[in-house]
């Protein structure tokens, strides 16, 4: 073998070796994931860390409401989000006629009651004044909720998507005061009790177990959980998102930071 072909092959072996070395490259466009302020998003900063590991660029676009991150993805603005429990996405599909799948859980926020008046819901008085999401599902939820606490007592067949109309017994005559979610925090001064979801409940540096009158089983139906377009389910991009946000180092830091105010559903 003569100099010349010694160079060749050595120049080579120089590139399949870099090759081999460098790290998996990411897709040009990146994937857009919706999320609500607070926890999803804080937990989709470490799943865009994890995913790029693996060739997979993620942007995150954060909004404050529960409305715009189903719209966005339908209109293909978003590729996918990563912000509503199950129930809250079916009846979105039911009523908006949106083509989305569910692809992966999440997390579980447990839904609790909070009060700046009184320390139990006990202490409600004639005709106080409680807040509940103005959305269906959630609105359903709060209801559930205040039934198991005994406050009221719903209709047998009220299902999960309770609503005020469905109220069988309300002995303290309480007033429901359907309200938007994200608004529910700021609402509390004007409120005698509020159910307010988890993740609003941690953005407004509310928890839970340290802070709630209320709290809901930790085991229900409410998981939150990733949605695409239907036609997307199947792309190599959405196995790669689900294997970052179903890592041991998610799960490990969902634990570490958020205590028993949010739970891994995987």
Do not use: C
Not at 87 to 116: C, E, H, W
Request: charge should be positive.
């Amino acid at each position: 073998m003569n100099r010349r072909q010694l160079v060749q092959l050595f120049t080579g072996l120089g590139i399949v070796a870099a090759l081999a070395a460098a790290p998996v490259l990411a897709q040009d466009k990146p994937i857009k994931i919706g999320a609500t302020g607070g926890p999803h998003s804080e937990i989709l900063e470490l799943v865009k860390k994890i995913a790029a590991k693996d060739g997979l660029n993620l942007q995150i676009i954060e909004f404050s409401d529960y409305i715009q991150p189903n719209a966005a993805l339908a209109a293909g603005d978003l590729d996918a989000n990563s912000y509503q429990h199950l129930p809250y996405l079916q009846a979105q599909i039911k009523d908006r006629g949106y083509q989305f799948t569910n692809v992966g859980y999440t997390i579980t926020f447990p839904m609790g009651v909070y009060s700046k008046k009184i320390k139990s819901l006990k202490d409600l008085k004639s005709g106080a004044r409680v807040g509940i999401p103005n959305d269906p599902t959630n609105g359903g939820r709060a209801l559930l909720l205040l039934q198991a606490e005994g406050v009221l007592k719903l209709k047998p067949d009220a299902g999960l998507k309770a609503t005020p109309l469905d109220i069988a017994d309300n002995p303290k005559k309480i007033k429901i005061m359907e309200i938007d979610a994200a608004q529910l925090p700021r609402s509390l001064d004007d409120l005698d009790a509020a159910a307010i979801n988890g993740n609003y409940a941690e953005s407004a540096g509310l928890s839970p177990t340290k802070d709630g009158i209320a709290i809901e089983a930790a085991k229900g139906p409410y998981a939150n959980v990733i949605a695409v377009r239907t036609a997307d389910k199947d792309k190599p991009w959405v196995a790669k998102l689900l294997k970052a946000y179903h890592s041991a180092e998610v799960k490990t830091f969902v634990t570490t930071k958020y205590k028993n105010s949010v739970i891994t559903s995987w």
